[in-house]
T-cell receptor, first 113, second 113 residues
Framework: NAGVTQTPKFQVLKTGQSMTLQCAQD?????MSWYRQDPGMGLRLIHY???????DQGEVPNGYNVSRSTTEDFPLRLLSAAPSQTSVYFC????????????FGNGTRLTVT | DQQVKQNSPSLSVQEGRISILNCDYT??????FLWYKKYPAEGPTFLIS?????DKNEDGRFTVFLNKSAKHLSLHIVPSQPGDSAVYFC????????????FGTGTRLQVTL
């Protein structure tokens, strides 16, 4: 059981480039989300989805796009990378039920130069 | 505005002793609280949770206490083991959204021999 899989593990981008961070889960979870972790800031919610075709913004959505065409996949797109987007990105999933904890992937470390 | 705060960035405890990690929150609408543990280069993993209708929840060596009037929760680890050395994140959610979490900034616990 793979759980939540994120690719790539590491990525270096130049300012202005675009890229997609991939996230897939095999637990048939309805809920998926993206967080970023920055030093001294904890984890902050970027976007989330409660099911295929449904997405919504979190605390820090600017500069990111998401879509949810299948239950399993929830890619995060950086439209035009900026140095402020240098961070570690975590994808997480869970059942849509009260008290169902999030399961996290191992993260993508992104550096924008 | 940080709604969930962990004011101690780090904590060092001897093996076998009790570790106490603290967390404060400002939003009185939070009704479900969780602790996550994170090792380097891995995603956070769920540790223990507590509903606002309880003041204590225990799971083996881990106990979480909730003081709603003080908007404070704590995680007790007894006895502490070297494998407990990690970053611990406190998280909180609103009614019906146990997946949409607001995280604290984390406390790095080091358990020494």
């Amino acid at each position: 059981n793979a759980g939540v899989t994120q690719t790539p593990k590491f990525q270096v981008l130049k300012t202005g480039q675009s890229m997609t961070l991939q996230c897939a889960q095999d637990m048939n979870h309805e809920y998926m989300s993206w967080y970023r972790q920055d030093p001294g800031m904890g984890l902050r919610l970027i976007h989330y989805s409660v099911g295929a075709g449904i997405t919504d913004q979190g605390e820090v959505p600017n500069g990111y796009n998401v879509s949810r065409s299948t239950t399993e996949d929830f890619p995060l797109r950086l439209l035009s990378a900026a140095p402020s987007q240098t961070s570690v990105y975590f994808c997480a999933s869970s059942r849509v039920s009260y008290n169902s904890p999030l399961h996290f992937g191992n993260g993508t470390r992104l550096t924008v130069t | 505005d940080q709604q969930v705060k962990q004011n101690s960035p780090s904590l060092s405890v001897q093996e076998g002793r009790i570790s106490i990690l603290n967390c404060d929150y400002t939003n009185s609408m939070f009704d479900y609280f969780l602790w996550y543990k994170k090792y380097p280069a891995e995603g956070p993993t769920f540790l223990i949770s507590i509903s606002s209708i309880k003041d204590k929840n225990e799971d083996g060596r881990f106990t979480v206490f909730l003081n709603k009037s003080a908007k404070h929760l704590s995680l007790h680890i007894v006895p502490s083991q070297p494998g407990d050395s990690a970053v611990y994140f406190c998280a909180a959610s609103l009614t019906g959204t146990a997946s949409k979490l607001t995280f604290g900034t984390g406390t790095r616990l080091q358990v020494t021999l």
